[in-house]
Nanobody
Framework: QVQLVESGGGVVQPGGSLRLSCAASGVILSFNPMDWYRQAAGKQRELVAAISSGGILNYADSVKGRFTISRDNAKNTAFLRMNNLKVEDTAVYYC?????????WGQGTQVTVSS
């Protein structure tokens, strides 16, 4: 069974940085694409960044140049490095994989950007 566990959220001032982690079990991230999504209060969940099994990266326009998605194959863990955070980045962040014709989501980690 696939399990995804996020960590690393918190409260940070505008311009600050955080690194989110997504520890995976039941799926090998180097063989399976994975994504980071976020959902702000009152808004729909949106795709933030994606990494293919071959390592191709994609980002939402709103985070390009500030966020970096990566993975550690040995630890079967994905990361989202977030720099120059803005108030509008405040949201619950989720890692996601599509496997066996269904979605798997982590429990989410809250990121709050506030002065």
């Amino acid at each position: 069974q696939v399990q995804l566990v996020e960590s690393g959220g918190g409260v940070v001032q505008p311009g600050g940085s955080l690194r989110l982690s997504c520890a995976a079990s039941g799926v090998i991230l180097s063989f399976n694409p994975m994504d980071w999504y976020r959902q702000a209060a009152g808004k729909q969940r949106e795709l933030v960044a994606a990494i293919s099994s071959g390592g191709i990266l994609n980002y939402a326009d709103s985070v390009k140049g500030r966020f970096t998605i990566s993975r550690d194959n040995a630890k079967n863990t994905a990361f989202l490095r977030m720099n120059n955070l803005k108030v509008e980045d405040t949201a619950v962040y989720y890692c996601h994989v599509w496997r066996d014709r269904r979605d798997y989501w982590g429990q989410g980690t809250q990121v709050t950007v506030s002065s």
